[in-house]
Nanobody
Framework: QVQLVESGGGLVQAGDSLRLSCAASGRTFIHDAMGWFRQAPGKEREFVAANHWSKSSTVYADSVKGRFTISRDNAKNTVYLQMNNLKPEDTAVYYC????????????????WGQGTQVTVSS
């Protein structure tokens, strides 16, 4: 059974940094895409970043480019999201997800999801 478990969320001030982790179990994702999405209160879930390790490809939403970095440790079967210079508009529940084989950015194309971790950025 595949499981994705996020951690690292919390309450921070604007300008601070956080690193989210997503530990995967049940299968390895070396040949799959792993991504991060977020959902703010009253809004739809949106794409944040995704990485395909074996294709050496990464993609970011425009809103986080230059501030967020996605990375992987395949030995630990873990994906990270380093978030710098956080803004109040980054406040959301952040979800880790995995998509088989292809680097994709649409929510419906992802096959596995974590339960989410809350990130709150105060001004």
């Amino acid at each position: 059974q595949v499981q994705l478990v996020e951690s690292g969320g919390g309450l921070v001030q604007a300008g601070d940094s956080l690193r989210l982790s997503c530990a995967a179990s049940g299968r390895t994702f070396i040949h799959d895409a792993m991504g991060w999405f977020r959902q703010a209160p009253g809004k739809e879930r949106e794409f944040v970043a995704a990485n395909h390790w074996s294709k050496s490809s990464t993609v970011y939403a425009d809103s986080v480019k230059g501030r967020f970095t996605i990375s992987r440790d395949n030995a630990k079967n873990t994906v990270y999201l380093q978030m710098n210079n956080l803004k109040p508009e980054d406040t959301a529940v952040y979800y880790c997800a995995a998509a088989k084989l292809r680097l994709v950015i649409r929510e419906y194309e992802y096959d596995y999801w974590g339960q989410g971790t809350q990130v709150t950025v105060s001004s």
